[in-house]
């Protein structure tokens, strides 16, 4: 402590009080990532409310971590229980965000990156002492799914229906025909989505994670769309393999 600094006992408690509710922010949100992954907002969702015996035995799941992950999210506020039955629900206003994979507010792709991405701790230690980073192969596969999963949600209601058109004039060279680039591309649901509105175009993904590019072209050739999109192993901070009419970059 600096000598010159006067203690604000105060001060340190209010900072204490954030900071305690962050802590809490944090392991409500390791919880939420649980139930994305074992669906269990999504068996609450759909069957309605469960006390813990109920949700693991819809859930196949462990009924004392269920009662564990049922008590924890209703003090932190995303579940709410019946004092009398011990059946708990998840609100109608908070489906779109955990069961409803569908829906543009869906969160549980970002639940599960965020604990995904806390996985390769040392390497990023490692990272601050003696600088570099932490390559893209120290992460699972599962956080780069999760990755499309958060972004493929926003894509598939907003892309067409407000971005491009909140763009005339990109919408309108799309429409006639041109040749499109994204950049940093990851799977490709972007330019997927894209190609598919605008026959009249082709188009170029670049991505510097080899298996993102090999999903990306296994999804455009299910797609068939292969003929007018390709993707390839590019860094977008080095010059494109060629010129395009129209570049793109996502979530970059």
């Known amino acids: 402590m600096n000598p010159q600094q006067s203690f604000d006992k105060n001060r340190a408690k209010e900072f204490l009080a954030r900071f305690q509710g962050d802590l809490a922010a944090a392991m409500a949100v390791r919880l939420c990532a649980l139930g994305d992954r074992l669906g269990l907002f999504s068996v609450l969702a759909q069957q309605g409310p469960a006390t813990s015996a109920e949700l693991a035995a819809r859930a196949s799941v462990n009924e004392r971590y269920a009662r564990e992950w049922l008590q924890g999210l209703t003090a932190a506020g995303y579940l709410e229980v019946d004092p009398v039955t011990l059946a708990y629900r ?28 806390q996985e390769p701790f040392e390497e990023l230690v490692a990272a601050f002492q003696n600088g570099g980073g932490v390559a893209q192969s120290s992460f699972r596969p599962d956080l780069y799914h999760n990755m499309s999963r958060s972004s493929g949600v926003r894509y598939k209601n907003l892309l067409l229906q407000q971005w491009l058109p909140s763009m005339p004039d990109v919408q309108a060279m799309l429409e006639r025909g ?39 072209n296994a999804r455009a050739r299910e797609a068939g769309l292969d003929k007018r999109v390709q993707f390839a192993v590019a860094d977008g901070a080095e010059k494109l393999p060629a010129s395009y009419d129209l570049i793109f970059t996502f979530d970059v």
């Not at 955990?98 to 969160?107: S, V």
């Not at 989505?193 to 605008?198: I, K, L, P, V």
């Open 90 to 117: 998840l609100p109608k206003e908070h489906e779109k965000l955990f069961a409803d994979e569908e829906n543009p507010l869906f969160q549980g792709g970002m639940l599960q990156m965020i604990a995904y991405a």
């Open 178 to 216: 041109v040749s499109v680039a994204d950049v940093g591309c990851g799977k490709g649901a972007a330019i997927l989505r894209m190609a598919e509105a605008f026959p009249n175009s082709t188009f170029a993904g670049f991505d510097a994670f080899p298996p993102q590019v090999e999903g990306a």
